[in-house]
Every structure is written in C-alpha cells, then in structure tokens.
Nanobody, 118 residues
Framework: QVQLVESGGGLVQPGGSLRLSCAASGNTLSGNAMGWYRQAPGKQRDVAALITDTGLTRYADSVKGRFTISRDNAKNTVYLEMNSLKPEDTAVYFC????????????WGQGTQVTVSS
C-alpha cells in the first residue's frame, strides 16, 4: 500500500523559508501528480502546489512566485520550497498522491504544521 511520509514543517518568521519533503512508498501509478494541499483553521483544504511526473505544475494563486515544487521521480519524493512566507500561509500541509493536477488523489500524508508568525 502507498504510504506518504512528510517532513520539514515548523515555525518560521514572516519572510522566512521552509522546505517540505514528501516521500511516497508503494504503487502510486493511479495518478500522475503529487504535492500538497493545505488547510488553515476554519478553512477548506485546498491546493497549495502539485507536480506531475513530467514536471507540469499547478500552484494556488496565493503562493505563485513564492513557492516552488519539484520532484525526484527516482525517489518518489516531492519537495516544496516555500519562500517569503506570510502569516496567511499558516496551515497544516498534507501531502497527496494518486491524483492529477485538478483532482485529489486517494493517498494522504498525516499532515505537517507550518506556522508563520513573528
């Protein structure tokens, strides 16, 4: 079965940076995209950044120009470089696999907390 292991969350000051990693084990061939959805308190879970096996990406408008998603297909691992972080980026970030750029996959990580605060 597919297992997603996330790392890299934490507390950072506004304007700072964090790098998230998500490593997938098992068969994820049901979909071509991996990446992160995020959910802030009281809000819906929504796309932060996704990437396909061929390098196509999708970002939330609110993170464009600040976040960069990348993928190492050999390691089944995706990375999210988050720069110029804002307090509104504070959320639980959930790794997702098995979907597409516009549909959620069936596999989720447990979530990693990102807190942006001074």
């Amino acid at each position: 079965q597919v297992q997603l292991v996330e790392s890299g969350g934490g507390l950072v000051q506004p304007g700072g940076s964090l790098r998230l990693s998500c490593a997938a084990s098992g068969n994820t061939l049901s979909g071509n995209a991996m990446g992160w959805y995020r959910q802030a308190p009281g809000k819906q879970r929504d796309v932060a950044a996704l990437i396909t096996d061929t390098g196509l990406t999708r970002y939330a408008d609110s993170v464009k120009g600040r976040f960069t998603i990348s993928r190492d297909n050999a390691k089944n691992t995706v990375y999210l470089e988050m720069n110029s972080l804002k307090p509104e980026d504070t959320a639980v970030y959930f790794c997702n696999a098995g979907g597409t750029l516009y549909s959620r996959g069936n596999y989720w990580g447990q979530g990693t907390q990102v807190t942006v605060s001074s």
